[in-house]
Structure formats: structure tokens, C-alpha cells
């Protein structure tokens, strides 16, 4: 009996998620995985206790589910073979030793920019070999920091009601790099500070911008229409999750990096360094529009 309530529960819930998201809380959409491996273990249940047809509807439904969000989940695009700027960007959960394995990991990709979130203490020391963007350069301590190898950076620090947003821009360079840590949607009002955020985001936008962080956002909510409707595209990052879980669709693809603007950019996911959130490296190419230098960033900086 508590068998098929849960599977009656969790099939109207995932019927929901399927056919009118507008009438489900955001976190429930979001969660629409984790509901639809749950029901597709109580199918089976079911069909252990020999009750064939409501096992059998749970699983059909919850592989309708899963087919609705593994297209989320697409391969990365081929690693750019000669980025003109090299980003990594990681959620530290405040911690100290994620940053300084990030860090030393980022250098090993030869990346010119770290951004962190969760980092928002002013605690955590930079990182050998790193110099922190501060006040000096236009960025305020908050939530989101940046770090560089090479000097030449140049960053602004835009409030939209207590959450603050960076734009990084290197000399000479077309691409602006913008990032933000949303709020997660736990409550509605949650969800309607995160829609706010990304609205901010995409009016302030660059013609030519990198947008990327821990958006604590699915790819598959409506809120990507943020973004979208002002020309971003988004930059898949491989079939694995972002947060949480290593395997494919229990945990969930919330870091993102999203481009506007003729310019190619390529997005691949790195190992777990002791947070929840897996690193993303993103490799940018130039930008339509520049005749720049076709060497990488770091290479012309240390000459």
C-alpha cells in the first residue's frame, strides 16, 4: 500500500513536471531526476509484488522523465586546440584547501582567470601563484572572487539588490567574462531572487560575453529563457553532473557557462577537489571581431 501511494505521489508530481511546469514549485522541477529514478525504483517494487500494471506505468513514466532531461545532458564540444583566455570556475564551499587544489589544478590547465563562489568571508588566502582582483581593480569583496596569474585585468563589481555580479575584461581583449552565484530555489522567494539575478545578468550583458558560475539552475527550468531571449546560447559541459554526484543524472548540471556573441568557446568539467561542485574549464577563442593576437593570453603577458 505505502508502495503505491509513494509511486501515485511521485507519478503526479513527475505528470506535472511532464505537462504544466507552471503549476509546480521550481525545486520540484528541478529535482525531476531524483523523482523519476525514485518512482522507476518503486516500479520495480511493484512488479516484485506482482502488481504489474502499476509497476509497469511507473516506469514507463519515469523513463518519459529521464528521456525529457537527458538531452540536458549533452557531450562537451571538442576542447578548443588555441584559446586566446583560459577560465576555471569553482563553487569552494568557504574552504581553503578546495582553493588552493583548484588553484594549483587551474595552473595545470594553463588558465589565466579562477573565479569562486562561495567565497565570501575574506578569509581564504589567495592562492600561490595567484593575484586576488580587490577593490583596486573594481572588485568588491562578495560572494563571487576572482583570481589571475599575470596583471593587466581589469574587473567591475555590479550590486543588483545585495548580490553582487563581476565583469572581468582583459587589456586588448573582445570577450567579457561575466559571473554570478544565484540563489538556490528552495522557497518561491528563492526563486524569484534567482530569476532576478538573471535577468540583471543578461541586461548588463556585453554583445560579446562569457557568462558562467553557479547559477543553481537546471537546464531544463524555464528560467534559462532569461538568458536565452537575450541572445545567450548555452555551452554544454559533458554528460556528468556539476554538483553533488558523479553519476549522470543524480546529482544535477548547475554550473553553467553560457556565450553571447560570435565566439567560440568550448567547456569541459574537471575532477572532484573536495566540494560538492566539480571545476569547469572553459576555453575562449577570439571573438569574431578582434585581429588580436592569435597567442594565448598567458603567453603574451609573460613575454
Not at 507552471?22 to 518503486?42: G, K, M
Not at 557557462?257 to 574549464?281: F, K, N
Not at 585581429?291 to 603567453?299: A, D, Q, T, V
Request: charged share 20%.
Amino acid at each position: 500500500m505505502l508502495l503505491t501511494a509513494a509511486a501515485l505521489l511521485t507519478l503526479a508530481l513527475l505528470t506535472g513536471a511532464l505537462f504544466s511546469p507552471a503549476q509546480l514549485p521550481e525545486l520540484l522541477l528541478s529535482l525531476r531526476p531524483q523523482l523519476a529514478f525514485a518512482l522507476l525504483i518503486t516500479g520495480g517494487l511493484l512488479i516484485l509484488e506482482h502488481r504489474f500494471a502499476s509497476g509497469a506505468a511507473a516506469i514507463a513514466v519515469a523513463a518519459l522523465a529521464l528521456i525529457s532531461v537527458g538531452r540536458h545532458y549533452r557531450a562537451a564540444p571538442a576542447p578548443l586546440a588555441d584559446p586566446q583566455l583560459t577560465v576555471v570556475h569553482m563553487n569552494l564551499l568557504n574552504r581553503q584547501a578546495v582553493l588552493d587544489r583548484v588553484a594549483g589544478w587551474a595552473k595545470k590547465q594553463q588558465a589565466d582567470i579562477l573565479v569562486t563562489a562561495e567565497n565570501a568571508d575574506g578569509t581564504l588566502a589567495a592562492p600561490i601563484g595567484w593575484l586576488e582582483l580587490g577593490p583596486e581593480e573594481g572588485c568588491m569583496p562578495n560572494r563571487v572572487r576572482a583570481y589571475v596569474r599575470s596583471t593587466g585585468f581589469t574587473c567591475r563589481a555590479l550590486d543588483t539588490n545585495g548580490r553582487k555580479q563581476i565583469i572581468l575584461s582583459a587589456e586588448e581583449e573582445v570577450v567579457h567574462i561575466q559571473s554570478v552565484h544565484t540563489v538556490a530555489p528552495f522557497l518561491p522567494a528563492g526563486t524569484a531572487r534567482r530569476r532576478e539575478d538573471l535577468r540583471f545578468a543578461a541586461q548588463i550583458a556585453r554583445p560579446t560575453t562569457v557568462l558562467l558560475g553557479d547559477l543553481n539552475l537546471v537546464p531544463w527550468s524555464k528560467d534559462t529563457r532569461q538568458l536565452s531571449q537575450r541572445g545567450f546560447r548555452r555551452v554544454p559541459t559533458g554528460r556528468q553532473a556539476t554538483w553533488a554526484c558523479p553519476l549522470p543524472l543524480i546529482g544535477l548540471p548547475i554550473d553553467h557557462v553560457w556565450v553571447r556573441g560570435e565566439v567560440p568557446v568550448s567547456a569541459e568539467l574537471g575532477p572532484w577537489l573536495g566540494s560538492d561542485h566539480r571545476p569547469v574549464l572553459v576555453r575562449i577563442g577570439a571573438a569574431a571581431s578582434s585581429n588580436r593576437s592569435s597567442e594565448p593570453l598567458h603567453n603574451r603577458m609573460e613575454s
